[in-house]
């Protein structure tokens, strides 16, 4: 049988047809990563780093114009603008595909992802671009991306060319001592942390495994974590120019932004468990409790507070407290005549650390009752809760027949007194708690009392106290740390 020339002709278009259908079909069903790193010979690969941009105000910024010098430089760059909520004024960005606003506050109206910021980044690495840098030199991200596939550090930075811009530093973040220590870095171009402006590269992965990965500011957070991770960055002579136009150019701007900038970074510390920031002169900032506000962590529960199952120590704070309260005390004591020594923890820390030990909540000194009538804040707290003029409160102690002065009315952070007299040569009380060193002892022990420095001041103790510490706790106790209740938590090492 012969075709004719339509039969054939029809023949061969449905057959074209079956071929175009089968490619598609196997192109459709390779791995999208693997037709994107394998571009047609002499085409150029798409970009390899998201600029994200997420330090800025919005009340008064340069982002339009930082995010148009990057596509000036590649139309494709992809760029992210993050804030936690609709900027107001709205900023005028281009409206192209590659150019997104991401809004960090979760909202009833949007699916959870659009709240994560690795949702809007697809490239391998990530530039962290603050408001008023602007790209000019071709191929700055790029460059940098090399030098951080090279090796030796986990961040690459390169300074913004502004009145702030960045330097290296070393710094030491302590979890258990809540704690940030910032110095002069040893090996800069390489170090742990940056002050000032610059735009900081990593992988996107490295970025997005942070706990915290966009906090503000931004710098405080990204540094804090990944110097707890013992992540190098490395500062690069590669500037980025200046805005032609910087934000907050006029002097309310700068006030407005660096006020809301103080609130952020406490907020920040905060939430992160910082409760000291000490800089690289020495000068401390603390952003825990004061007399002001409560103390930092509740009611205790078994002689164990909550933060030692956070595997942390007292607070910073809390500590400092402590010894303003202790020495306060001693003080008022010493001026009214009442003998005193130090007691039980406390006196374990004057001896072991000359201070407080490190994961102690209170102090502990013993009084002789027959001393009481001699202070007056000490009989007007027999009566009832008395504040004096600094605002320490002196009571009695609901727990039982002993005394208790608080740091102030709205922190509850104490120093306990304990009212011992003499039996037959042994001091005793009336009150006794379920604590192994709540004994009875010679009076020897305080005939004479001697100095011992604590909490940095000098205070009295029993004399040979190391025999008193283990008549109390046990035999080598100095030398052997533990924690108040190891039925319920032990000190890592102590066995």
């Not at 991401?102 to 490239?123: F, G, I, K």
């Not at 104490?414 to 006794?432: A, C, E, I, Q, S």
Request: net charge neutral.
């Amino acid at each position: 049988m012969r075709l004719t020339r339509c039969q054939a002709a029809l023949a061969a278009a449905i057959t074209l047809n079956l071929l175009v259908l089968f490619y598609v079909s196997w192109l459709q069903h390779q791995p999208r990563n693997s037709r994107a790193r394998s571009p047609r010979r002499g085409a150029a690969a798409g970009p390899r780093v998201t600029v994200l941009v997420r330090e800025f105000e919005a009340f008064d910024n340069a982002v339009p114009e930082l995010v148009d010098s990057f596509l000036q430089q590649d139309a494709a760059q992809p760029v992210v603008v993050a804030a936690d909520t609709l900027p107001y004024p709205p900023l005028a960005l281009p409206r192209v595909p590659n150019v997104r606003l991401a809004l960090l506050q979760p909202a009833l109206d949007r699916p959870a992802a659009a709240s994560r910021p690795e949702t809007y980044v697809t490239t391998e690495f990530v530039a962290l671009v603050p408001d008023g840098a602007r790209a000019e030199a071709p191929g700055q991200l790029e460059r940098m991306v090399e030098v951080l596939r090279a090796g030796g550090a986990r961040l690459v930075a390169a300074p913004v060319a502004s009145a702030n811009p960045a330097r290296c530093l070393a710094l030491n973040v302590s979890l258990r001592e809540w704690t940030a220590r910032y110095g002069p870095a040893p090996s800069a171009p390489r170090c742990d942390a940056l002050d000032g402006d610059a735009v900081v590269l990593l992988r996107a992965r490295d970025l997005f495994n942070l706990s915290a990965p966009l906090a503000r500011p931004l710098g405080t957070g990204l540094f804090l974590q990944t110097a707890l991770r013992g992540w190098a960055v490395q500062l690069l002579d590669l500037p980025f120019s200046a805005a032609r136009q910087p934000p907050l150019a006029t002097a309310h701007a700068r006030w407005k932004a660096e006020r809301e900038g103080r609130a952020r970074r406490a907020a920040l510390l905060h939430s992160l468990g910082i409760r000291l920031v000490s800089g690289e002169g020495g000068r401390l900032e603390w952003f825990g409790c004061s007399k002001e506000t409560p103390r930092c962590f509740g009611t205790v529960v078994g002689d164990t507070p909550a933060y030692l199952y956070e595997e942390r120590w007292t607070p910073p704070c809390c500590l400092r407290a402590l010894r303003e309260t202790a020495r306060y005390v001693v003080g008022v004591l010493e001026a009214a005549g009442v003998r005193y020594w130090l007691e039980g923890g406390s006196l374990l820390g004057a001896a072991r650390h000359g201070d407080i030990i490190p994961w102690d909540y209170d102090v502990d000194l013993g009084i002789y009752l027959e001393d009481v009538g001699n202070c007056e804040q000490l009989r007007g707290a027999e009566a009832g809760s008395v504040v004096d003029e600094r605002g320490f409160v002196w009571e009695k102690a609901v727990e039982g027949d002993f005394f208790r002065v608080q740091y102030s009315e709205s922190n509850h952070l104490h120093v306990d007194l304990w009212p011992f007299y003499p039996r037959n040569g042994v001091m005793t009380k009336d009150t006794w708690l379920d604590h192994r060193q709540d004994v009875e002892f010679p009076e020897h022990f305080l005939q004479p009392l001697v100095p011992l420095s604590f909490a940095g001041f000098v205070a009295q103790a029993p004399n040979n106290y190391r025999r008193f510490l283990e008549l109390k706790f046990g035999p080598g106790v100095i030398e052997n740390p533990e924690y108040p209740n190891p039925s319920l938590l032990r000190l890592a090492g102590s066995g």
